[in-house]
């Protein structure tokens, strides 16, 4: 079984800064992880994903998240927060098994305000 | 934009009331998911189909029931509907074997009056 845990439901910086969204999570077998950002009234998009190689993945718009399997942590980063960026952001855990489901479960959210 | 269909947009019913939420996936992508968002209890995976097979289940309840379409589009069935099951219904779909992220539909907003 998976877990999702994200630090914080919301986060609150200003324009330019640094942007950190925490995620750990828990797996019994190796995890494929992701995050997406959810705008006010819309679906999910993919920002990024871990499969398997390269720990540091980047994604669109910027961020970038790297894979710790000591930490179990996906952490989401963007050295400058943008007002664009102000959005609800889901990390997201899936097993793929050949010939079973691989359904994502995900963490509560972090929703993200960017001050001017 | 996604790729992925999905209508109504909103849909809003009465307690006792059945309805049907459809889903169209991306071009090629063989597999499908239901997922609820909530306020209470978050993102949720209700259901998954490949290629017309059932193949994962989550928390949905006995009330709900979904299928796949030999055309590869999907419904998902809501009845005897209460308060509680407002909530906003996605559907995702992916290429099972290639690569594993999941492309989402804009979303069924169903409010239950």
């Known amino acids: 079984a998976q877990s999702v845990t994200q630090l914080g439901s919301h986060v609150s910086v200003s324009e330019g800064a640094l942007v950190l969204l925490r995620c750990n999570y828990s797996?019994?077998?190796?995890?494929?992880l992701f995050w997406y950002v959810q705008y006010p009234n819309q679906g999910l998009q993919l920002l990024l994903k871990y499969t398997t190689g390269a720990t540091l993945v980047k994604g669109i718009n910027g961020f970038e998240a790297e894979f710790k399997k000591s930490e179990t942590s996906f952490h989401l980063t963007k050295p400058s927060a943008h007002m664009s960026d102000a959005a609800e952001y889901f990390c997201a855990v899936s097993a793929p098994q050949y010939n079973a489901g691989n359904m994502l479960t995900f963490g509560g959210g972090t929703r993200l305000m960017v001050k001017p | 934009d996604s790729g992925v269909t999905q209508t109504p947009k909103h849909l809003i019913t009465a307690t006792g009331q059945r309805v049907t939420l459809r889903c169209s996936p991306r071009s090629g992508d063989l597999s499908v998911y239901w997922y609820q968002q909530s306020l209470d209890q978050g993102l949720q995976f209700l259901i998954q189909?490949?290629?017309?097979?059932?193949?994962a289940k989550g928390n949905i309840l006995e009330r709900f029931s979904a299928q796949q379409f030999p055309d590869l589009h999907s419904e998902l069935n809501l009845s005897s509907l209460e308060l509680g099951d407002s909530a906003l219904y996605f559907c995702a779909s992916s290429v099972v074997g290639t690569s594993y992220e999941q492309y989402f539909g804009p979303g069924t907003r169903l409010t239950v009056t």
């Open positions: 797996s019994s077998v190796p995890p494929y």
């Open positions: 189909y490949y290629n017309g097979e059932e193949r």
